[in-house]
């Protein structure tokens, strides 16, 4: 029983809610997967070597009857895998180029009673499909200001209040600093970064423009696809502007309870621009519990790095002072800001 193979665009619609099945290697299924696929193998990382050394030296026949081998034993396992996951008899398949493995595992499926559909093209055609999506032209407004504004904390106001919000650091794991890493989990590949950050600006579709943070191409070691990038290069911004005192303060909320070799750690990465008296003095006020004088050291070196990066960005940006960190009250003034611009 052939299975239907469908393009990206159908693929994703009619698998939402579906049980997506990725076939490929665990290795592979690592570096980059359609988002809520689960991979279910049909060789593990060793045979997968195995066979594609077998095939390049022995040829496609010999491979196929040793893969065959490998397969047959695990038949009754995939089956019935599927068919406690499945919430109804439908399933989406895919391997890398939607060939003999995702065609194999579908025909295995329909011959046993579900109904199964491939990816026409796989893995490869939807990484295209994702990188052409990246190039479409988006109304975009990015929300900036230095070190300690608590952006994120207004972000995720406007995203409870329906607004099209692209939380960029929380999808790359990191805060995007020498710092960015504290707190957060181990950051992805690069691929399912990218994957998962398609998947939100889908999941976010509305008349509304996209709000994200005015951030560098670069988070941790997760960057912003170029295509994706350039919009943002034109965006408008609104810029926070929030007493210094208020965000050393807030800084101190956010890394009061982190481990101060972790803080240790971060400085040293900021050494050669914070000068060998000012990390000095880093390390010793750490040492000592004082993490208002660490976070007043470091802000020194973040303000100015920020308003550098600034120079080129004045004639696309909106100044907005605000006297508090509380995001419900600074969140409120934003909205006015992102309204007269949309």
């Known amino acids: 029983m052939t299975a239907e193979a469908l393009n990206s665009t159908d ?25 809520n696929a689960l991979n279910i193998p049909l060789f593990d990382n060793m045979e997968r070597a195995e066979i594609g050394t077998m095939f390049k030296q022995q040829g496609k ?12 034993p695990k038949l ?30 579908a025909w295995l499926m329909n011959t046993s009673g579900l109904n199964a559909q491939i990816l026409k093209g796989g893995y490869k055609a939807y990484r295209n499909h994702i990188l052409d999506n990246f190039g479409q032209t988006r109304k975009m407004i990015l929300l900036g200001g230095k070190t300690g504004s608590g952006k994120t904390d207004i972000l995720k106001e406007l995203e409870q209040q329906e607004y099209a919000v692209i939380d960029l650091e929380k999808i790359a794991h990191h805060k995007g600093s020498a710092f960015g890493a504290i707190n957060e989990q181990k950051q992805n ?6 994957n998962e950050l398609y998947q939100a600006f ?8 996209y709000i994200l943070e005015d951030e560098s191409q670069s988070i941790g070691y997760n960057k912003i696809p170029q295509p994706l990038w350039q919009q943002m290069k034109q965006a408008p911004i609104i810029k926070l502007d929030i007493p210094f005192d208020m965000r050393v303060q ?15 750690l971060c400085v040293t990465k900021i050494a050669q621009q914070l000068g060998p ?9 750490l040492d000592k519990g004082q993490l208002e004088d660490v976070a007043r050291i470091s802000l020194s070196y973040y303000d100015k790095s920020y308003e550098y990066k600034y120079g080129d960005k004045k004639g696309r940006i909106t100044e ?8 419900k009250a600074n969140a409120e003034k934003v909205k006015q800001v992102i309204d007269s611009l949309s």
């Not at 907005?320 to 995001?327: G, I, K, N, Q």
């Open 61 to 72: 026949e010999k491979a196929v009857t040793r893969g065959l081998e490998i397969v047959s």
């Open 250 to 264: 807030k800084l101190v909320e956010d890394y009061t309870t982190t481990d101060t070799d972790a803080l240790k």
């Open 202 to 209: 889908i999941n976010k579709e509305s008349p509304k423009p």
């Open 277 to 285: 008296l000012n990390t000095k003095l880093c390390i010793m006020h």
């Open 189 to 194: 590949p690069q691929q399912v970064f990218e």
């Open 320 to 327: 907005l002072r605000l006297d508090t960190v509380d995001p």
């Open 11 to 35: 693929f994703l619609d009619k698998s939402q809610g579906e049980l997506i099945v990725d076939v490929r290697a665990p290795i592979e299924y690592f570096k980059g997967h359609i988002v």
């Open 76 to 105: 009754v396992s995939f089956v019935n895998e599927v068919k406690a996951l499945s919430k109804s008899k439908n399933v989406f398949v895919y391997c890398f180029r939607g060939g003999m493995r995702s065609n194999s595992f």
